[in-house]
């Protein structure tokens, strides 16, 4: 299966959005999938680190004026466009010919809610393990077009936002973070980063004495990965790599779970590529995060064409356990307080606008709220670890 595995841990924005609120329950085809329930950690939420720019989030000002620094504006704009071409001009809604109603992909449920339609992109919420993702979906034959096309697209535009130097500088202390998270498990050193994009985290682990390899779809991606880091990245799914069973230590997915169509036979056939006992590293955006539940379908990380699920910790917790992984630990990071804050304030989320008195008394207090809404699980991006079951 090939998958659509692009940004990596973007930093919060949305344009203007039009919303068709819709409410109610619907029914899919059902496949057969057994279901399974599933475990939580047991291990508390890390605090946020206090050093860096990655552990704090910028000020509302400075993270307009980051999408302007970073090219997050042509990409965000290049994005809507490509959004508009997928849907109904007569409904408004994506269009049946590019898309496919799917039962649950976790539980296997018909049943569902809508929680919202975000510029034609219904995002529902299965009634029986409340996982959010959207129904219908965009055709997995052409997410995968997607990374084949010329390099105006919108994607491609990503891989800008990537190069900038402010964007490399946050990435490369990110990944640094999560390499010495992985240092306990490093055994013989092998490791498989999917959806590896321009290759920085591959270098990185490189240098720090790693057997590493990667997979990445994204032809400019690639080709960056070659020119700029010296890597040789496949685009070849994980069945066709050509790699042994059992024969990876760590393997990570950073920002990829959520736009593939199918994450529970992705996390199926990791396992099968991991070594008993090995480790594997997530990186997903939080549904529970506080920006989703008080910005709904304005928070950024909802969009039903490329974000396809949408995990809290306890339904991404489940979907491991019934893979055959035990959860060693989940926390979240990313506060995105900011938009928070401006809608708080009666204002659009992203626009950088004043704050009222509310608002500012809480900027104020800022570490204090960072550090509850680390303890909470409720920041924006969600981190897990786990491990294959023996």
């Not at 990185?204 to 990245?233: I, K, M, Y």
């Amino acid at each position: 299966m090939r998958t659509c595995a692009c940004a990596r841990d973007e930093l919060p924005h949305v344009p203007d959005v039009t919303l068709a609120g819709v409410g109610g329950r619907h029914s899919a085809s059902r496949t057969g999938r057994p279901t399974e329930r599933g475990q939580r950690g047991e291990v508390a939420a890390k605090l946020p680190r206090e050093r860096g720019s990655a552990a704090r989030e910028p000020k509302a000002v400075r993270g307009v004026r980051l999408d302007k620094e970073t090219g997050r504006d042509r990409y965000f704009a290049a994005k809507e466009r490509e959004l508009e071409e997928l849907l109904n001009p007569k409904t408004g809604m994506l269009s049946e010919r590019f898309s496919r109603v799917i039962v649950c992909p976790l539980c296997d449920s018909s049943q569902h809610t809508i929680l919202f339609v975000k510029r034609g992109y219904p995002i529902v919420r299965c009634d029986e393990c409340k996982l959010v993702f959207a129904n219908p979906q965009v055709d997995e034959s052409l997410v995968v077009a997607e990374y084949r096309a010329d390099s105006a697209r919108a994607n491609d535009l990503w891989v800008d936002v990537l190069l900038s130097e402010r964007q490399l500088e946050l990435d490369r202390e990110k990944f640094q973070e999560i390499l010495d998270e992985l240092e306990p498990y490093r055994g013989e050193g092998r490791l498989l980063d999917v959806g590896t994009s321009i290759g920085l985290f591959l270098r990185l682990a490189l240098d720090r004495g790693w057997q590493a390899v990667g997979n990445e779809f994204g032809e400019r991606a690639r080709q960056v990965a070659s020119e700029r880091f010296g890597l040789e990245v496949t685009d070849a799914p994980l069945d066709a790599m050509g790699v042994e069973p059992e024969s990876f230590d760590v393997v990570t997915l950073n920002s990829v779970l959520e736009h593939v169509n199918e994450p529970r036979r992705m996390l199926a056939q990791i396992r099968g590529l991991l070594k008993p006992g090995g480790a594997l590293f997530v990186i997903v955006p939080n549904v529970d995060s506080l920006a989703c539940r008080i910005l709904h379908e304005r928070a950024a990380t909802f969009d039903g064409r490329n974000h396809l699920i949408y995990f809290s910790p306890r339904t991404l917790e489940r979907m491991l356990d019934a893979e055959g992984y035990d959860v060693v630990e989940t926390h979240t990071r990313v506060a995105s307080l900011d938009p928070v804050l401006e809608w708080l304030s009666y204002n659009e989320p992203y626009s950088g606008a004043p704050d009222d008195e509310l608002a500012a008394e809480l900027r104020v207090r800022r570490g204090d709220v960072e550090r509850l809404l680390s303890e909470l699980r409720l920041g924006y991006k969600l981190h897990c670890l786990a491990r294959r079951r023996s």
